[in-house]
């Protein structure tokens, strides 16, 4: 079992920056991935950028050039730096782990609203 804690969102005015941290613990060791997924009002969940355990990166076209994935050295804990940030990108931001065999584990959300 894995728990995930997401810290660092906000209100932003737009053009501003924000960054985006979900620390994992528990059984981290079978992680194969961890990300970012966003939900906006009467939107479906979305992909924002998740990062593979060997480091390979993907990205929504929506943030390429504006968002940056990283994560430590552990591998616990994943960090969505989020620049030139729009009224657009405002959403619940929700943290991801993936583990073999297809399951995912989800944290509770953070919110980041960028006003215009």
């Known amino acids: 079992q894995v728990q995930l804690v997401e810290s660092g969102g906000g209100l932003v005015q737009a053009g501003e920056s924000l960054r985006l941290s979900c620390t994992a613990s528990?059984?981290?060791?079978?992680?194969?991935?961890m990300g970012w997924y966003r939900q906006a009002p009467g939107k479906q969940r979305e992909l924002v950028a998740v990062?593979?355990?060997?480091?390979?990166?993907t990205y929504a076209d929506s943030v390429k050039g504006r968002f940056a994935i990283s994560r430590d050295n552990a591998q616990t804990t994943v960090f969505l730096q989020m620049n030139s940030l729009k009224p657009d990108d405002t959403a619940v931001y929700y943290c991801?782990?993936?583990?073999?065999?297809?399951?995912?584990?989800w944290g509770q959300g953070t919110q980041v609203t960028v006003s215009s």
């Open positions: 991801l782990a993936d583990f073999p065999l297809g399951s995912r584990e």
């Open positions: 990062i593979t355990r060997g480091g390979t990166t």
């Open positions: 528990g059984t981290t060791f079978s992680i194969t991935q």
